[in-house]
């Protein structure tokens, strides 16, 4: 399985600035190639003339997207390993429409305008140091504009996942998308002449019904079951499991649990293992019931969110569950020490019936505990949780 400079920690390292230098040029250079270097190409999207920049963006995403599904599939990288930047939407969709405008304005972007400006262009140049201007000016009013530039902010987020589809499916779709993309665009270009079109796109006849059956066999990849992480593959890996074993890193205390909460930390999920009846019974506000023989699937959703909490009666099936989910590659997943009957004994136990010794910080800790949880309706003051026995 292939570790990435991001999941490697060496994104500072000087082979990762080396292999960036080489990958920067390369792309430079196919930009060029693309005909990018023109900022009157460039800016033909806009009045309907040139379509190249659809065309081209279009393939970059589907090439990446459905290498990224065989890759997935077939266990040659972790979905983990790749970095993806936080989902903001209003200040994103603020932030495409100020670039959109930029791009009408000067027909560049910042990676064109750099190719640009390699090939000569004065109108680069020029596009670059407003960039390095506008970039200063941010910075110096950031304090100002702090306040709005979190709206929205939906953490690492995916469309699949925000809609429910499974990401075959929506590979599919996207590659339907932009083929009709492709044909629409070389219809613009010809004028709607369908003879003109027939005579020069023979090449994207075959481009079309490639990636559409790359997109089926990522869809049915997808349908499988088949994840690509083999446990024969895992033999390196399963010394990391053991690694974070002994360095406690597999569990978390219940009072951590209950002070994330309490924060109103809202990427936390808590997921209960027990049978639907025991959940039904008694469980912690704001928790998922989770069968544990579909834990792999129904959690992949909360794959990106900070933390995943395993909690049962005891320790034996979180402890299982969580074994199995780093195989498959979770990373922010824990066993809640001790399971629920911790959480009672130590979170909602009244500070006034606990024998060890509390200081004032800790009892009026406690009685905001209560305050919490008790809105929920839960059985605190019982002898203990209902179902709470030993596993």
């Excluded at 699949?160 to 219809?187: C, N, P, Q, R």
Aim: hydrophobic share 50%.
């Amino acid at each position: 399985m292939i570790e990435t400079i991001f999941s490697s920690n060496s994104l500072s390292s000087a082979n990762a600035f080396l292999i960036s230098l080489v990958i920067g040029a390369a792309f430079g250079w196919c930009l060029e190639q693309a005909g990018f270097g023109s900022s009157r190409r460039l800016a033909g999207i806009f009045y309907f003339r040139d379509m190249a920049v659809l065309k081209v963006m279009f393939s970059a995403v589907v090439t990446a997207m459905l290498g990224l599904g065989f890759a997935f599939a077939f266990g040659v990288i972790r979905p983990d390993a790749i970095y993806v930047p936080e989902t903001i939407l209003g200040a994103q969709i603020l932030g495409g429409f100020i670039f959109g405008i930029g791009f009408v304005m000067s027909g560049w972007c910042p990676g064109t305008a750099v190719v640009g400006a390699v090939s000569g262009k004065f109108d680069a140049l020029v596009f670059l140091f407003g960039a390095i201007l506008g970039s200063y000016a941010f910075n110096e009013a950031y304090p100002l504009i702090e306040p709005y530039y979190n709206w929205g902010n939906m953490g690492v987020s995916h469309i699949y996942k925000e809609t429910g589809i499974e990401f075959g499916d929506f590979a599919l779709l996207v590659t339907v998308i932009a083929v009709f993309a492709f044909w629409t665009s070389e219809l613009i270009e010809e004028r709607f002449s369908f003879i003109r079109l027939a005579e020069r796109s023979s090449g994207l006849w075959a481009f079309s019904v490639f990636i559409l059956v790359g997109a089926v066999m990522v869809m049915a990849l997808n349908r499988s079951g088949s994840t690509g992480y083999k446990v024969v593959e895992t033999g390196v890996y399963a010394s990391e499991v053991l690694n974070h074993v002994e360095l406690a890193e597999d569990h978390i205390e219940p009072e951590e649990v209950a002070r994330a909460l309490l924060a109103g930390q809202k990427r936390i999920v808590i997921a209960d293992l027990r049978s639907r009846e025991e959940y039904d019974e008694w469980h912690i506000p704001g928790s998922i019931h989770l069968p544990i023989n579909s834990a792999v699937k129904m959690l992949d959703r909360y794959r990106e969110h900070d933390l995943i909490v395993l909690v049962s009666n005891g320790s034996v099936h979180p402890g299982q569950a969580w074994v199995v989910l780093q195989i498959f590659g979770y990373r922010n997943v824990k066993v809640m020490a001790d399971g629920l009957r911790g959480f009672f004994d130590r979170v909602l136990k009244p500070a006034s019936l606990r024998i060890e010794p509390l200081s004032e910080a800790q009892a009026n800790e406690i009685n905001h505990w209560r305050t919490m949880f008790l809105g929920s309706g839960m059985a605190v003051g019982s002898a203990s949780p209902p179902g709470a026995a030993a596993e």
